[in-house]
């Protein structure tokens, strides 16, 4: 279930009722591909730095260490002691991302796993039956990701068969969450849309997709190559047809700047590995820019990475020490970075909510892309 609580503009203060708790939008899910945060962070430590919904993909685990596995473990949830929610990834863009041989049918997908080059396929019914084994609180259906840039024949093409997969899906989602040996049978299901950057197939498939009555709806196949301002553009075009009672995901999306602009624009579900990624790469987010840690002038820096930030790292150590560990290919460095980024992340989102709350969005927008923007 889920309500708007309140609406500044088209930014939308949400709550979404799951079986495993609470979701206060907008939100950004802390993204933990293989049931883990890339830098040795434990999920004791997403609790600590306020992570609200962990996210996991679909096509890593089933290749590694295998759905059923984490079935007869109890789900995902007993598997990586965490109580709070977890969507999990369809698995779609992983088999058009990273597998190379692949033959895609009206069934679904034909491809080798990049892992050991077994053949492995993957459709609509499959995908659900794997996500229903990981027994997370969100599924996402599976779709076609179509390449950027892509001819408009292959674009609706694409989207129609996404259309039907997704008809699919959700009698495949019906059926498991009705079995008795189902771990979640709560589980819900967000349909995906999809269009590239023509408008007209985005808008056209919001319309047929709304029509489904799903539990929440994605924009996919953006931030995959098209500018900043087009993909702006394509969500401008695009949320309004979706159910406005209904939560709005931007897959995949982004840098701070990127979030700000889609919360302004109706969207409140975020994913992105920029935070952890770039954690791991001495690069770090602050409210005066992102520094990298590895430049010289932080040697002698015995500051925290942010004044006032209650993160593990800067509430410890200084720029100087992990900048030490980086240096020195010493993990810890990594995982102070990766934490200090997420923390930032999530707390961005609480601030968010509570400008929405209080009808002053516009403002807090603007201050906090000042701050953000830029390198120091």
Known sequence: MYQIINQD?????????????????????????????????ATTDLKEIRTQVELSNTYHLHVRPGDQVVKKLG????????DRPILTDSGGFQVFSLAGLRKIKE??????????????????????????NLASTIAMAFD?????????????????????WLKRCKVEMDRLNKEPDTI??????????????FEDIRIEHAKVISEMDLDGYALGGLA???????MYRILDETVPYLPKNKPTYLMGVGTPANILEAVDRGVDFFDCVYPSRNGRHGHVYTNHGKLNLFNAKYEL??????????????????????????KAKEMLGMRLCVLHNLYFYNEMMEEIRAAIEENRYQEYKKDKLNKVTGNV
């Open 9 to 41: 503009g088209n930014a939308k203060r949400g709550r979404l009722e799951t079986v495993h708790g609470v979701i206060e939008t907008p939100v950004f899910m802390n993204v933990g591909t293989i049931a883990a945060i890339k830098g040795a962070v």
């Open 75 to 82: 789900g995902l949830h007993k598997f990586m002691n965490w």
């Open 107 to 132: 069934e679904g997908v034909y491809f080798q796993s990049h892992i050991d080059g077994r053949k492995i396929f993957m459709g609509p019914e499959e995908s659900m039956q794997i996500q229903s």
């Open 144 to 164: 076609e990701c179509p390449p950027h840039p892509a001819t408009r024949k292959y674009m609706q093409d694409s989207v129609d068969r996404t259309t039907r």
């Open 184 to 197: 979640n049978k709560q589980q819900l299901l967000f349909g995906i849309n999809q269009g590239g950057t």
């Open 224 to 230: 995959v190559g098209e500018s900043h301002e087009e």
């Open 301 to 326: 820096d015995d500051t925290p990475i942010e004044e006032g930030c209650g993160c593990p790292a800067c509430k410890n150590y200084t720029k100087a020490y992990i900048r030490h560990l980086l």
